[in-house]
């Protein structure tokens, strides 16, 4: 079995990318509420903060910060992808492998993470977060798309609507995204 080196932080702040196996699906954006559900039954038994996030059709990005002395985020995604596809129609087709794993198709098995170092690694992943939507095609403006934390950030007037439009376009490519 693979031993996967991740950096544990007690009480940190991580950067998350959680895909969808078919990467041609909108099963995210289209079950919305689901996804809403499950993120909300998963924090009430394991706590966490959503600092940003964005939903896109076919994966989502965000950042979330543990209690103190907590690192567990594997058991917080486990349960959301578990809660999700357990609450959505069986359409996707199972491989042999998940099958045996008693698996849906329906997430990528692994997730990516990145452990927040800092102030400005802070802020250019809220900026990727907020300008992804953009970046993909989604909307013209990054306050366009529904299924974003930069909503939020405007109804608390840390940012304005123009965000990421016009002259400020955040320098949004982070070390993940040139894979």
Known sequence: MPNYRRKRVQGGCYFFTVNLLNRRSSLLVDHID???????KVK?????????MVVLPDHLHCILTLPVGDDDFSTRWSQIKSRFSHQIPKMERAS??????????VWQ????EHAIGDEDDYNNHIDYIH??????????????????????????GIWDTGWGTGE????????????
């Not at 689901?34 to 909300?40: D, E, F, K, Q, Y």
């Not at 098995?109 to 990516?112: D, I």
């Not at 300008?131 to 608390?156: C, Q």
Request: hydrophobic share 35%; proline share 7%; glycine share 2%.
């Open 34 to 40: 689901v996804l809403r559900i499950a993120i909300r």
């Open 44 to 52: 009430s038994s394991f706590p966490f903060h959503i600092d940003a």
């Open 96 to 105: 042999l492998s998940r099958k045996r794993r008693r698996e849906r198709g």
């Open 109 to 112: 098995r692994r997730f990516w």
């Open 131 to 156: 300008f992804n939507p953009s970046k993909h095609g989604w909307a013209d403006r990054p306050i366009d798309w529904p299924y974003s934390s930069l909503h939020r950030f405007v109804r608390e």
């Open 168 to 179: 400020f376009q955040p320098a949004v490519e982070v070390e993940h995204d040139r894979q």
